[in-house]
């Protein structure tokens, strides 16, 4: 399956607006392409206790979860502090790469956007080269 990274960016930018950051003011969306072609959305969701609020990659990763999809292609993600424009790109933090190496192989692809027409497209496996892994 292509993968219309346009779309996807697109996908992203709509789940920022919905993004809830008052304390950190970064506000970030992500957009989840499954094998199935349907996209999962997610935004960041704070709380005042802070580890208790939600990255919006792993917001996208239960919404397609919850519909039942277990295999993915690309995950395209927006963020800053200003919520309406970016000035750099934001990659997945550590939390979220290790989630997404439950359900991904390292030739996942990440696309990181500053606009639907400015992105940066890594691989799962180069950015989390040695996740923690049970079966050591």
């Known amino acids: 399956m ?3 990274i346009n779309e996807l ?3 992203a930018i709509g789940a920022r607006k919905n993004a809830y950051a008052p304390y950190s003011e970064f506000y970030v969306g992500a957009a989840l392409l499954a094998a199935s072609g349907k996209i999962f959305v997610g ?3 704070e709380n ?3 580890p208790v609020g939600i990255c919006a990659e792993r917001s996208a990763f239960a919404a397609a979860l919850s519909a039942g999809e277990r295999d993915f292609l690309a995950l395209a ?3 800053g502090k200003n ?5 750099k790109f934001c990659y ?10 439950e359900f991904c192989k390292p030739d996942f692809k990440i696309i990181s956007a500053k606009s639907e027409k400015e992105y940066d497209i890594n691989t799962l496996g180069k950015l989390l080269t040695k ?5 050591v």
Do not use: V, W
């Open 77 to 79: 993600l927006i963020g």
């Open 131 to 135: 996740g923690f892994d049970l079966d």
């Open 48 to 50: 005042s206790s802070y």
């Open 43 to 45: 935004c960041n969701a």
């Open 2 to 4: 292509d993968i219309n």
């Open 92 to 101: 997945p933090c550590g939390m979220c790469r290790q989630f997404m190496s």
């Open 83 to 87: 919520a309406e424009k970016t000035h």
């Open 9 to 11: 960016i697109t996908s």
